[in-house]
């Protein structure tokens, strides 16, 4: 699988952006499609989680609940898209898009086996 990630830019506080991952060489299937962030000098962190199957999820972090949402675009077109509304500073990071196919938690990083590369997302206060 090969993920493409994008919608990245820079907003002000209290703007929103889309995010898009696109896959390419397979479908997601089963997989659980989820986001990360990585904010400088930070560790990467988890952001939301939906499986493409609808049979779990979404799942969200702490920070983002009530602001962001992650959903499957059109199944052909094979989109997962992160909608993030109400942006604040503290959203500012490296935005990854990533795949699995294994059970367990949808949080864990290194369960993930397919990575895009990262679309940078910067709010200004």
């Known amino acids: 699988v090969q993920l493409q990630a994008s919608g990245g830019g820079s907003v002000q506080a209290g703007g929103s952006l889309r995010l898009s991952c696109v896959a390419s060489g397979r479908t997601f299937g089963s997989y659980f499609v989820a986001w990360f962030r990585q904010a400088p000098g930070k560790e990467r962190e988890f952001v939301a989680a939906?499986?493409?199957?609808?049979?779990?999820?979404?799942?969200y972090a702490d920070a983002v609940k009530g602001r962001f949402a992650v959903a499957r675009a059109n199944a052909r077109r094979n989109t997962v898209h992160l909608q993030m509304n109400s942006l604040i500073p503290e959203d500012t990071a490296v935005y990854y898009c990533?795949?699995?196919?294994?059970?367990?938690?949808?949080?864990?990083?290194?369960?993930?086996?397919?990575w895009g590369q990262g679309t940078q997302v910067t709010v200004s206060s």
């Open positions: 939906i499986r493409w199957n609808g049979a779990g999820g979404p799942y």
């Open positions: 990533t795949a699995r196919n294994v059970p367990g938690a949808p949080t864990d990083e290194a369960e993930y086996d397919y």
